[in-house]
């Protein structure tokens, strides 16, 4: 469940450090956003796109257009009555469905939020998890922020199942309904929900003091037990792609 | 158990457990527990639920934590990487608001249950209590409606935004009014978790 979003692999994006990776995805996204023009977004969303081949595998780096789908339709759909300006394309009886306008922005927009689903999807494709919480650390994440996300990490199966195992409870009783949703069966929710949250409360103060006996809160010098590697591979796979965050915002400047 | 639960509570360990464990529990309801509607195909999620919950039981600060990052997890898992960091900020200043207008009113309740004897009445008058959530519920969900629609609008256009400002709606009210149900019958049935308020 924790590990849906990383696809195990040796492709060039997987053996990109992940700090590096990280940079690259947050200029990747900003110049989607800047006024370069609709070739340019759509040429980095093709990049994005062909990246996640090799990253996720040919069957897996298609999946996100299944999420995007509904959103691309509704974009497609009412994006262009907000906007009148320029040549009217498409019209039925008098009234006017498609303008010059409304087609560019719609393909602006399509463009923007595929290549940003895309960008988000090569790097947690490519990237474990624990390896994301790393470079976060890296970028100056406190430890206790760190902490927490490990931890929840760690809880989600512990929660998963305790609900799981509720609900079966509560099924076999006959007081919670399975099959179709009806109000008997979000009825039937309340007291699952109730019993999977005090149980989860009930675990705070002895998680707390478990963690306080494992020395958190002492001023002794943390260990780690992974480590993401430094020295010239780091310093190689940062000047690569400060290169390419400096060419994907300078070519437009460049071919114009 | 009052006594030596106010300890716990204060300490930087307890934080970091208390919200840990209420991430997971807020990523789990958005991921696990999805009510179909039936005209629509689409899912309501019980995330609000839980931040709700979190707002009423934990506090502000454990809500704001919590609720962000629980509902960035769950858009992580779920393959919608890219609302991650909008979810972290929406839901975690939904939560924050929530709490921050319950605070006030758990508080001084916590008081008067310490000092009169009467504090078994003072929790059935109800009345101003269910104002005061009301009023938690409404904030949360205007700030939640809200900046989803300007998020949204930036990201894919102002009329797709608009189109989900009703399912939007719908998940907050079903959130608040969960959330309200869980923490009164989780304080009901496991009266200690009024002490773990932050």
């Known amino acids: ?256 | 158990m009052t006594s030596s639960s106010k300890n716990i509570s204060t300490s930087p360990a307890y934080r970091i457990v208390s919200i840990s464990v209420l991430t997971a529990v807020t990523a789990v309801f958005t991921l696990l527990i999805r009510i179909p509607i039936a005209p629509t195909r689409g899912y309501i999620n019980l995330g609000d639920v839980a931040i709700f919950f979190t707002a009423f039981t934990f506090g502000p600060i454990t809500a704001l934590i919590s609720g962000g990052l629980g509902t960035a997890i769950a858009d992580l898992l779920s393959g919608y990487a890219q609302w991650a960091p909008i979810s972290l900020v929406i839901h975690g200043l939904q939560g924050l608001a929530a709490g921050l207008i319950v605070r006030k009113h758990i508080i001084k309740f916590r008081q008067n249950a310490d000092n009169t004897a009467e504090s078994d009445e003072h929790r059935e008058k109800g009345g101003r209590k269910i104002l005061i959530s009301l009023a938690a519920g409404l904030v949360g969900t205007i700030i939640m409606v809200g900046l989803y629609f300007l998020s949204g609008a930036a990201l894919y256009g102002i009329g797709p935004a608009a189109f989900e400002i009703p399912g939007n709606i719908v998940q907050c009210v079903v959130g608040f009014v969960g959330g309200y149900m869980l923490t009164r019958a989780v304080v009901k049935a496991y009266p200690p978790v009024r002490d773990l308020f932050l």
């Open chain 1, 1 to 256: 469940m924790i590990e849906s979003s990383y696809h195990e692999g040796d492709s060039f994006v997987h053996a990109f450090d992940p700090r590096a990776k990280l940079l690259l995805l947050i200029t990747g996204i900003t110049t989607l956003f800047l006024p370069f023009g609709v070739e340019f977004s759509a040429a980095y969303t093709g990049v994005f796109i062909l990246l996640a081949i090799p990253a996720a595998g040919f069957r897996h780096a298609f999946s996100p257009f299944k999420l995007l789908l509904p959103l691309i339709i509704l974009i497609i759909l009412l994006t262009p009555p907000f906007f009148r300006e320029g040549e009217v394309l498409i019209t039925y009886r008098n009234w006017i469905l498609l303008t010059e306008a409304g087609l560019m922005r719609t393909i602006v927009l399509i463009v923007r939020f595929t290549g940003i689903t895309y960008a988000f999807f090569l790097f947690f494709a490519s990237t474990p998890l624990n390896q994301v919480v790393l470079t976060l650390r890296w970028y100056g994440l406190p430890l206790n922020a760190a902490l927490i996300v490990s931890m929840s990490f760690r809880f989600i199966p512990y929660i998963t199942t305790t609900y799981h195992h509720v609900s079966d409870a509560h099924k076999l009783r006959g007081s919670y309904q399975t099959g179709m949703w009806g109000w008997s069966h979000i009825r039937g929710l309340l007291p699952v929900l109730t019993s999977v949250l005090i149980k989860s409360v009930k675990t705070i103060p002895v998680m707390a003091m478990s963690l306080e006996s494992r020395g958190f809160g002492s001023n002794s010098k943390r260990t780690s037990y992974q480590r993401l590697r430094g020295g010239r591979i780091l310093f190689t796979h940062f000047i690569f792609s400060v290169m390419i965050s400096l060419i994907i915002i300078a070519l437009p400047y460049v071919v114009a």
